[in-house]
T-cell receptor, first 114, second 109 residues
Framework: ETGVTQTPRHLVMGMTNKKSLKCEQH?????MYWYKQSAKKPLELMFV???????ENNSVPSRFSPECPNSSHLFLHLHTLQPEDSALYLC?????????????FGPGTRLTVL | GEDVEQSLFLSVREGDSSVINCTYT??????LYWYKQEPGAGLQLLTY?????DMKQDQRLTVLLNKKDKHLSLRIADTQTGDSAIYFC?????????FGKGTSLLVTP
């Protein structure tokens, strides 16, 4: 595997379900990001991890819970979501979050909340 | 208003040039980026320009930066049907990138 991978690619869940999104990068990067892409809105940064430490939480509701066990893996745990949370969730990585640098994106997880 | 603004749609004929425009607000952004997103895929970096440059050329792509007006443009020469995608302009802010809503480019035969 190369680059940034995300699983699952598609997820349908009810409002009472608990699920997790997974992101893995094989680029030797130290920073990882979660973005939300909704229709007709700009990409929204959700969380930033740099060297496994969370450096940014962009006012994201607590029903989204990130986890970064190591620099290569990033999870987004989902619990009690709302229909308006349906979106494409994109993971990205870069060499270092402290320097403006190219971010490499995964293909995204298309989430539908019923 | 939004930190980064772009027009939402552009339609061109195959072989013509495409110009996608973007305005941004963060004058401290050291780099400005253009990303491309094809259907069902994540964002892919196309090119970027350092803020002290006013032009960068990379094969069919030309980036123009007017720092005074905070205006960035992407010109694609000899546009092909494979260039049909959504193009995002992005500025740097702190730890992350500020993206525009994206411009959907449709290339017709």
């Amino acid at each position: 595997e190369t680059g940034v991978t995300q699983t699952p690619r598609h997820l349908v869940m009810g409002m009472t379900n608990k699920k997790s999104l997974k992101c893995e990068q094989h680029l030797g990067h130290n920073a990882m990001y979660w973005y939300k892409q909704s229709a007709k809105k700009p990409l929204e940064l959700m969380f930033v991890y740099n060297f496994k430490e969370q450096t940014e939480n962009n006012s994201v509701p607590s029903r989204f819970s990130p986890e970064c066990p190591n620099s290569s893996h990033l999870f987004l745990h989902l619990h009690t979501l709302q229909p308006e949370d349906s979106a494409l969730y994109l993971c990205a990585s870069s060499l270092n979050a402290l320097a403006p640098d190219e971010q490499f994106f995964g293909p995204g997880t298309r989430l539908t909340v019923l | 208003g939004e930190d980064v603004e772009q027009s939402l749609f552009l339609s061109v004929r195959e072989g013509d040039s495409s110009v996608i425009n973007c305005t941004y607000t963060d004058s401290s952004s050291t780099y400005l980026y253009w990303y491309k997103q094809e259907p069902g895929a994540g964002l892919q970096l196309l090119t970027y320009i350092f803020s002290n440059m006013d032009m960068k050329q990379d094969q069919r792509l030309t980036v123009l930066l007017n720092k005074k007006d905070k205006h960035l443009s992407l010109r694609i020469a000899d546009t092909q049907t494979g260039d049909s995608a959504i193009y995002f302009c992005a500025s740097v802010s702190g730890y992350a990138l500020n993206f525009g809503k994206g411009t959907s480019l449709l290339v017709t035969p």
